[in-house]
């Protein structure tokens, strides 16, 4: 009978970034802004290396995926989040919520293996440049994808599963712009101790495997850029992978402020910040390094803007 008394939460609040109306319009052009060269800088770099048959390697390969999970991964957070500053009161429903956070952390999970599948591509490339065409074909390209989106898909069904089994029957305020499972598993009035400990393992094993294969790779290709000779050699073996450890660095070190660090030792302020970071920020972020750092991209955009001026 006691349980009559509860009432099922149907909608979460959203408390946002903030409370202030002034700072709500300049919030909300400045992350209109990084949404749109999100979208176009990440869109833009799929369709560039879909139609540059000099792009056409594992490595670009796999870049054209990261671009397709960055844009989809900021689409996740960009549109609810510039709807909720023009409303009084930011809600989402139940359901929104589950499919919001189911789809965060399959692409937050996917990307992680990609990064981690680019860490081999380069040691290939690098250490074993003879065996390179032979080992990373397009076969094993395209598994090497399809094993990073499953492992996704496997690691948020895992937590998504256990949040639908929870009773949310009491306060429904979430201090945050987005669902989140730590903040979720607090509002619940149901014992979320499996839920915590799966959250754990499975965030701990995929963050190891991941992070591990990209030092370990990355200490190999280390290791056999110093034993090139000539300062051209290893300049140009060390510029292939410039881009990539600039994004793994971003990535890794956004993840573990907002995951792995005590929540004892940020306030929740700063804690918003960083989810901006790694939910806005580092896909705009992406598509530019990849741009700004590496020649072939910057010489297949020129030869596209060049095609343009061509006359029919």
């Known amino acids: 009978m006691a349980d009559a008394n509860f009432t099922l939460v149907t909608e979460f609040i959203l408390l946002g970034l903030t409370d202030h109306a002034e700072l709500k319009v300049v919030l909300f052009l400045v992350f209109l802004l990084i949404y749109i060269v999100s979208l176009v800088g990440n869109l833009g770099m799929f369709l560039l290396i879909q139609v540059t048959p000099k792009l056409q390697t594992p490595m670009y390969h796999f870049l054209s995926c990261l671009s397709l999970t960055d844009a989809c991964y900021s689409s996740v957070f960009a549109p609810r989040m510039l709807l909720n500053f023009f409303v009084e009161r930011e809600t989402i429903s139940f359901s929104a919520c589950i499919v919001q956070y189911f789809s965060f952390v399959s692409l937050l999970t996917a990307e992680a293996f990609l990064l981690a599948a680019m860490a081999y591509d380069r040691y290939m490339a690098i250490v074993n440049p003879l065996l390179y065409t032979a080992a990373m074909t397009r076969i094993v390209c395209v598994v090497l994808v399809i ?166």
Do not use: W
């Not at 990073?148 to 712009?177: E, M, Y």
């Not at 370990?216 to 060390?238: D, E, N, Q, T, W």
């Not at 750092?293 to 343009?308: F, G, L, P, S, T």
């Open 147 to 312: 094993a990073s989106c499953v492992g996704g898909v496997i690691n948020s069904l895992t937590h998504t599963i256990g949040l639908l089994k929870l009773s949310f029957c009491g306060p429904n305020v979430i201090r945050h712009f987005f669902c989140d499972l730590p903040l979720l598993l607090k509002l619940s009035c149901s014992d979320a101790s499996m839920n915590e400990l799966l959250l754990l393992v499975f965030s701990g094993v995929i963050a190891v495997i991941t992070f591990m294969t990209v030092v370990v790779s990355y200490i190999f290709i280390v290791a056999a850029i110093l034993r090139i000779r000539s300062a051209a050699g290893r300049h140009k073996a060390f510029s292939t992978c410039a881009s990539h450890l600039t994004v793994v660095t971003l990535f890794y070190g956004s993840v573990r402020f907002s995951y792995i660090q005590p929540s004892s030792q940020y306030s929740l302020e700063q804690e918003k910040v960083v989810s901006v970071f790694y939910t806005l920020v580092i896909p705009m972020l992406n598509p530019l390094i990849y741009t700004l750092r590496n020649k072939e991209v910057k010489d297949a955009m020129k030869k596209v803007k060049e095609m343009k001026h061509i006359p029919c």
